[in-house]
C-alpha cells in the first residue's frame, strides 16, 4: 500500500516544492517506506507527481515511485495486482517488454502504456487507486478499483486540480479553498459516514468504486466543481464509470454441491493470488464466518499462519476465546489482545489522525488497536470484508425473509398493536422474542430500552425502500441540523424496475455504498495508519460475480444467512464452531461513553462546541441526551455520531 498525491495548477498558483513536499508528508502513514516525487512545468501548466510507498512486492528500488521508465509517462499507485504476473508474461510475449523489477507496479506501468485504459482496467485483479500521466497523449487517467477498497479523493479548485490518497492533502494547501458540505454534513448524521462522491467538504470528492477520469490536457481550463453530477459537463474531463456490479450477474443454474464446490475453488484461487508476498503476512480473525473461511483456506495453502484477534474485559462482548478455539482448531500462530480502558483512552487520539473526515463507525476503535497491534508482527493482513453483503450476512436480511411478507400487509391499527406489545410486555416475552428473532445478546442494555429502538425503526417502514432505509439510517425525518437538507436517498437498485428479489436489492445496496463508504473506509484507515496492508478475498471480482450470481436459496437456510459459506467452512471446522447467531464487530460502546471515555464524550457533547460551529439544534440534541440520560430512548449511535464530528471539527477548524 501508498499513498499518492498529484496537483494539477495554473501559473497562477505556483506551488514551492517544499511546500509540496510538507503536504505528501502528511501521507507518510500510508507510505512509511519510502518517498519521492517528480515536478515540473509544461505549457503554462505546473505538474506535481508525489507518492510514499509501503513496500510489499520487490522492496527494492525497482519498485519506487513516482515511476518513470520511459521518461514519457508517469505512474503513482496504491494498492495490489494480485495477477499482475501473468499479465506481466502477456506484455512481454506481445511487445518483448523488458522489465527492471518484479513489482506490480512496474507491471501496471507497461499494461497502460501498450493498453488502452478500459482493457487494462478489465485485465487487472486487485485493489488500487492511480493516477497516470501519458505526455505523448498529453492526457491523465485516475482511477479506483471495483469495490473502492482503494481511496482516491478529488479537488477542484479554480486554479487547481488535486487527486490524493487522503483529503487532509488539500486542506493543506489553502484552507482558503475548502468550505463545509451542509448537504455532506446532513449525510453523515443519517448514516454515520459521508456517502460517495461527496465529502465533508465542498469541491472535494470521493471518485466512485469502478470509475475512471480522463484528463484531456490541451487547453485544458480548471473549474472549480460544486456538483459530482456535472463532471462530464466539464470541457476536457470525462468520467466513465467502467464497472458496475450488476453488470456481470448471471443466474447460476447448477445444484446446490456444485455451486458450492466452484465457490470453494473460486475461493482457494482468490486466497492463494491474495497470499502473494515478499513481507510478512498474517490475517484477522474473529470467531465470524468470513475471517474464519479465510484462515481455514491460508492454513490449507501455507503453514505459520499469523492470526490476530482483538477481545474485550466486557464478557458480554468477548470473542476472543471463540477465535482462539479456531486457531486452535487450524494450528495458527495465535495473537491475542484484550481491549483495557487504557488501551481504549490511548487510542482516541488516532481517530482523527486515521479518520480524516467525520467518520462514525464505534467499531473503528478495536479495528486501530488490532491494526496497530497486528503491525508489531506483520506487514500484510488479510480480512474477511465483504462476506456479509455478498452471501447475506446481515440480520436486516433475515429481518426481511422471515417477516417482510406479514409485515407489508398488516394494517395499521394491528401494526400499532404490535408496538405497544413490544413496548410494554413482560420482560420474559421480550428475552424469548430476541432469541426467535437471534438477536445476540453480547449488551447490557435493558432490553426494553433496545426494543424502543426497533419500534421506532418499525414506525418508519411502509415499502422495500423505506425498510432498508429505517435498517441502515439513524435519523430519518428528525434532522438535526439548522438549515433544511436534502438527504440523497437514492439506491437504482430500489428505484428502477428489475427483476431482483428484495433481499438481492438490499445487499446490491450494501455493495455499492455501506461496504465501500463504511466498512472498507474504516479498515483501510485503521491499517494504513499504522502502516500495515489489508486484502480482502471476498472483493476478488470472480469471486463478486459468482456471489451475486448465486441463487438466494442457497444464501438463506433454516432462517441462517451465508448458508453456503457455512458448509463450505464445516468442511474445515467442528459444526458448533460455526455460530448462528451474525455478532457483528460490536463494542460495548454505552460503558465506555459512561465510565473510560466520560470525560471525553462530555467535552464533545458540550454546548461551547455546539455553538463554535452552530451547524445543529442545540435544543433537540439536549432533548436527545435527556431522553437517552433517564432511559426513554436508545439514542447511543446518534450520540456516537455526534461525538465524532465534534471531535473531527475542533481538529480540523477552517
Known amino acids: ?29 500510508r507510505g512509511p517506506d519510502f518517498y519521492d516525487s517528480i515536478t515540473f512545468n509544461k505549457n503554462n501548466l505546473n505538474y ?111 486554479n487547481i486540480l488535486g487527486i490524493s490518497s487522503d483529503i487532509v492533502t488539500f486542506k493543506k494547501i489553502n484552507s482558503n479553498y475548502l468550505q463545509l458540505n451542509h448537504n455532506a454534513i446532513n449525510e453523515y448524521t ?80 482468490t486466497v492463494e493470488d491474495q497470499l502473494m508476498s515478499d513481507v510478512p503476512i498474517g490475517a484477522f480473525l474473529s470467531s465470524g464466518i468470513d475471517s474464519s473461511l479465510i484462515v481455514s483456506i491460508m492454513s490449507k495453502l501455507r503453514s505459520n499462519i499469523n492470526t490476530f484477534t482483538i477481545g474485550f474485559d466486557n464478557k458480554s462482548y468477548d470473542e476472543s476465546y471463540l477465535a482462539r478455539k479456531i486457531s486452535k482448531n487450524l494450528k495458527t500462530n495465535h495473537y491475542e489482545k484484550i481491549m483495557t480502558p487504557l488501551d481504549i483512552k490511548n487510542i482516541i487520539p488516532d481517530l482523527n489522525n486515521a479518520y480524516s473526515e467525520p467518520f462514525a463507525d464505534s467499531s473503528q476503535l478495536p479495528s486501530l488497536l488490532i491494526s496497530k497491534f497486528a503491525r508489531e508482527n506483520v506487514k500484510v493482513v488479510l480480512t474477511g470484508d465483504g462476506g456479509d453483503e455478498l452471501f447475506g450476512g446481515y440480520n436486516r436480511y433475515l429481518f426481511a425473509k422471515k417477516f417482510w411478507f406479514y409485515y407489508k400487509i398488516l394494517p395499521k391499527n394491528l401494526k400499532n398493536f404490535f408496538y405497544k406489545l413490544i413496548l410494554y410486555s413482560p420482560k420474559i416475552f421480550l428475552i424469548s422474542l430476541s432469541k426467535y428473532l437471534k438477536i445476540s445478546d453480547n449488551s447490557n442494555m435493558d432490553l426494553r430500552f433496545r426494543f424502543t429502538k426497533v419500534v421506532e425503526k418499525l414506525k418508519n417502514i411502509y415499502d422495500e425502500k423505506s425498510y432498508y432505509l429505517s435498517m441502515t439510517q439513524e435519523w430519518h425525518n428528525d434532522n438535526i441540523l439548522i438549515s433544511d437538507y436534502q438527504t440523497n436517498n437514492k439506491s437504482k437498485f430500489f428505484d428502477k424496475s428489475n427483476n431482483y428479489e428484495f433481499i438481492e436489492k438490499m445487499m446490491l445496496s450494501d455493495f455499492e455504498r455501506y461496504l465501500t463508504d463504511d466498512i472498507l473506509c474504516k479498515v483501510d484507515r485503521a491499517t494504513m495508519n499504522y502502516g500495515l496492508e489489508s486484502r480482502a478475498p471476498f472483493l476478488n471480482e470472480k469471486l463478486i460475480n459468482y456471489a451475486f450470481s448465486t441463487p438466494i436459496k442457497y444464501k438463506f437456510k433454516k432462517n441462517e444467512g451465508k448458508f453456503i459459506l457455512r458448509q463450505i467452512l464445516e468442511e474445515f471446522l467442528p459444526k458448533d464452531f460455526v455460530s448462528p447467531i451474525k455478532r457483528g464487530f460490536a463494542v460495548p460502546l454505552e460503558n ?63
Open 592 to 654: 465506555w461513553l459512561e465510565n473510560e471515555l466520560s470525560d471525553y464524550s462530555n467535552e464533545m457533547l458540550s454546548d461551547q462546541i455546539f455553538k463554535k460551529h452552530d451547524l445543529f439544534n442545540l435544543k433537540k440534541i439536549k432533548k436527545l441526551r435527556k431522553e437517552y440520560k433517564y432511559g426513554y430512548k436508545n439514542h447511543i449511535h446518534k450520540l456516537w455520531i455526534l461525538i465524532q464530528f465534534n471531535s473531527w471539527y475542533i481538529n480540523n477548524e477552517i
Open 1 to 29: 500500500m501508498c499513498g499518492i498525491l498529484f496537483y494539477l495548477t495554473s501559473d497562477n498558483f505556483l506551488l514551492k516544492k517544499d511546500d509540496f513536499l510538507k503536504n505528501l508528508n502528511n501521507l507518510d502513514k
Open 48 to 158: 506535481y507527481f508525489g507518492h510514499t510507498r509501503l513496500s510489499i512486492i520487490d522492496v527494492s528500488s525497482n519498485g519506487h515511485q513516482p515511476m518513470n521508465i520511459n521518461k514519457n509517462n508517469i505512474l503513482i499507485y496504491n494498492g495490489e495486482i494480485y495477477n499482475h504476473l501473468e499479465i506481466r508474461k502477456k506484455i512481454k510475449e506481445e511487445f518483448s517488454a523488458d522489465f527492471l523489477g518484479n513489482s506490480d507496479t512496474e507491471t501496471l506501468y507497461h499494461a497502460l502504456q501498450n493498453y488502452s485504459i478500459h482493457k487494462v482496467l478489465n485485465m487487472i485483479s486487485g485493489m488500487f487507486g492511480f493516477c497516470y500521466y501519458d505526455s505523448l497523449k498529453n492526457e491523465i487517467y485516475i482511477a479506483r478499483d471495483r469495490a473502492g477498497e482503494k481511496p482516491i479523493y478529488l479537488y477542484f479548485g479554480e
Open 190 to 269: 443519517q448514516y454515520g459516514y459521508i456517502p460517495n462522491p461527496y465529502t465533508i467538504y465542498k469541491n472535494c470528492f470521493k471518485l466512485p468504486p469502478g470509475s475512471y477520469l480522463k484528463i484531456k490536457l490541451n487547453k485544458f481550463k480548471f473549474n472549480s466543481l460544486q456538483n459530482f453530477n456535472n463532471i462530464n459537463n466539464i470541457e476536457n474531463l470525462e468520467f466513465v464509470k467502467w464497472w458496475n456490479v450488476d453488470d456481470n450477474i448471471k443466474k447460476i443454474s447448477t445444484s446446490f454441491r456444485q455451486t458450492k464446490n466452484n465457490l470453494k475453488k473460486i475461493l482457494f484461487n
